[in-house]
């Protein structure tokens, strides 16, 4: 049964970082593209980085590019997302998926198993 379980989320101040996991069961991890989207209410779900199957390719949004970096522990069959110098604005609900394909421009396509998501609130 193929499952993605996000962790790392919670509160922490403006300029702070946090680390996201996205613990992967039954697939193997390397063979897929795996992505982070984030959902703030009200506004629609924004895909915010991915990382390819094979060379490890990554796509960041440009919201979060020099911010947020994305990693893939293989041996852990985990992906993390290290997210650094937080803004309010990156207040939202974090999920991670599987897809098919992370363009380095276009982001991640064809999503077809997802977490349940883990929040994060930057606040002071």
């Known amino acids: 049964q193929v499952q993605l379980v996000e962790s790392g989320g919670g509160l922490v101040q403006p300029g702070g970082s946090l680390r996201l996991s996205c613990a992967a069961s039954?697939?193997?991890?390397?063979?897929?593209?795996i992505a982070w989207f984030r959902q703030a209410p009200v506004k629609e779900r924004e895909g915010v980085s991915c990382?390819?199957?094979?060379?490890?390719?990554?796509y960041y949004a440009d919201s979060v590019k020099g911010r947020f970096t994305i990693s893939r522990a293989n041996a852990k069959n985990t992906v993390y997302l290290q997210m650094n110098s937080l803004k309010p604005e990156d207040t939202a609900v974090y999920y991670c998926?599987?897809?098919?394909?992370?363009?380095?421009?276009?982001?991640?396509?064809?999503?077809?198993?997802w977490g349940k998501g883990t929040l994060v609130t930057v606040s002071s």
């Open positions: 998926a599987r897809g098919y394909e992370c363009n380095p421009l276009g982001g991640p396509y064809g999503m077809d198993y």
């Open positions: 039954g697939f193997t991890l390397e063979h897929y593209t």
């Open positions: 990382v390819s199957s094979g060379d490890g390719g990554t």
